[in-house]
Antibody, heavy 116, light 108 residues
Framework: QVQLQESGPGLLRPSETLSLTCSVS????????WSWIRQPPGKGLEWIGS???????NYNPSLKSRVTILIDRPNNQFSLNLTSVTAADTAVFYC??????????WGQGTAVTVSS | EIVLTQSPGTLSLSPGERATLSCRAS???????LAWYQQRPGQAPRLLIY???SRATGIPDRFSGSGSGTDFTLTIRRLEPEDFAVYYC?????????FGQGTKVEIK
């Protein structure tokens, strides 16, 4: 199984842009689908969006206007940009991979807090 | 989008007992594209079941999934201490993929 590791800032101000990177190891990024999922404190899971090896994307309509997911094949990583963050975006963000819409490998998660 | 409702919210059981978790969808889940995940405190979710009934790699056979259409069930045959956790169902038959709100299995 591939290993995934998220990286990025843990604290943001409202209206800033969240940028996270997921590094893929023990496997090639040229397979599967690569996704971002978030979990607000004490709450459930929300799928943010996915990118395929070809770069085609699929986003959750609830976030689509603010989300960009890109794949960087040479560096075996993919990224998430979320613009105009508010306190409601405070969550643990996970990167994940899988086939056909399931998520069988997950990063450990990175906590992001939005606060002024 | 498909809304998944899990019940009960909390299940209080003793080790060795059988756990039955329910996931009901607001509309038919296409091709039974329904998965189950386990999340222990402070950890990322782990895939248990996909395609409603298939166990993921390395998942013990005490975990089983059943159901189709709008009603799905996760059964844990005999609870081990490490099985006390939160369980989520997820549908991936239509976009956006959605998760249920979770069922917590706690020690009685």
């Amino acid at each position: 199984q591939v290993q995934l590791q998220e990286s990025g800032p843990g604290l943001l101000r409202p209206s800033e842009t969240l940028s996270l990177t997921c590094s893929v190891s023990r496997g090639s990024i040229s397979r599967y689908y690569w996704s971002w999922i978030r979990q607000p404190p004490g709450k459930g899971l929300e799928w943010i969006g996915s990118v395929s090896v070809t770069g085609s994307t699929n986003y959750n309509p609830s976030l689509k206007s603010r989300v960009t997911i890109l794949i960087d094949r040479p560096n075996n990583q993919f990224s998430l940009n979320l613009t105009s963050v508010t306190a409601a975006d405070t969550a643990v963000f996970y990167c994940a991979s899988g086939v056909a819409g399931t998520f069988d490998s997950w990063g450990q998660g990175t906590a992001v807090t939005v606060s002024s | 989008e498909i809304v998944l409702t899990q019940s009960p919210g909390t299940l209080s059981l003793s080790p060795g007992e059988r756990a039955t978790l329910s996931c009901r969808a607001s509309q038919t889940v296409s091709r039974s594209y329904l998965a189950w995940y386990q999340q222990r405190p402070g950890q990322a979710p782990r895939l248990l079941i996909y395609g409603a009934t298939s166990r993921a790699t390395g998942i013990p056979d005490r975990f089983s999934g059943s159901g189709s259409g709008t009603d799905f069930t996760l059964t844990i045959r005999r609870l081990e201490p490490e099985d006390f956790a939160v369980y989520y169902c997820q549908q991936y038959g239509s976009s956006p993929a959605t998760f249920g709100q979770g069922t917590k299995v706690e020690i009685k």
